[in-house]
């Protein structure tokens, strides 16, 4: 079987509740997973507690936690994972924001040290910040909000996020200069 043929076969399994066809699908796209994770991961500080890999792992718990997803494609599937990546980074941010607010100070193990989390604050503000204007966002526009998750946050292009949303390649070009002109507003960028 070809490899798209056993990623379609997979998402189809995986749609019926077969939890076993998700776990086989995740290795199989493993390294597309990581080139997302890579692109989203340039956008943040270096020395970030998250490497690529450990974004792509996990982005899979979240999406193992999940009772039962209708896949569509492998765009799809690459969809849901570039939000559930987002999700991480933005649990991230929230939390340091939390331990800035509660002194940030706790005791750590000298060996831990080096793995502690040292999100810049102003980084953090602008992940939480950007998070909530996706919110508004979705309330405004479900589409668009979809359509610049899987541009900015998945790096799809034109014809990935049109296959991902099964809508077309015009309509993505569209959503996207709107949505991006509507968060730009929004966070006075």
């Known amino acids: 079987m070809t490899h798209t043929g056993e990623v379609s076969r997979l998402i189809e399994e995986a ?11 995740v290795p199989i796209l ?3 997973l990581r080139r997302m994770a890579h692109r989203r991961m340039r956008g943040e500080r270096s020395g970030h507690t998250l490497d690529t890999t450990a974004l792509v792992h996990e982005a899979y718990l979240e999406l193992a936690g999940l009772d039962r997803m209708e896949w ?15 999700r991480v ?16 100070r706790r005791a750590v193990p000298l060996e831990d040290a080096e793995d502690e989390m040292l999100v ?15 919110r508004r966002l979705a309330a405004v526009s479900e589409r668009q909000s979809r359509v610049v998750e899987c541009r900015y946050f998945a790096g799809m ?19 996207w200069t709107v949505a991006r002109a509507w968060l730009h507003r929004e966070l006075g960028t």
């Open 15 to 25: 749609s019926r509740g077969d939890r076993d066809a998700a776990d086989r699908l």
């Open 30 to 32: 493993y390294d597309e």
């Open 72 to 86: 569509r494609s492998r765009a799809h599937f690459l969809a849901v994972a570039a939000t559930a990546m987002r």
């Open 89 to 104: 980074l933005v649990d991230y941010a929230v939390r340091r924001k939390a331990q800035k607010r509660d002194g940030g």
């Open 120 to 134: 810049p604050d102003e980084r953090a503000d602008e992940l939480v910040a950007l998070d909530e204007a996706m």
């Open 157 to 175: 292009n034109i014809e990935e996020t049109a296959e991902a949303l099964q809508i077309s390649p015009a309509t993505v070009k569209r959503e």
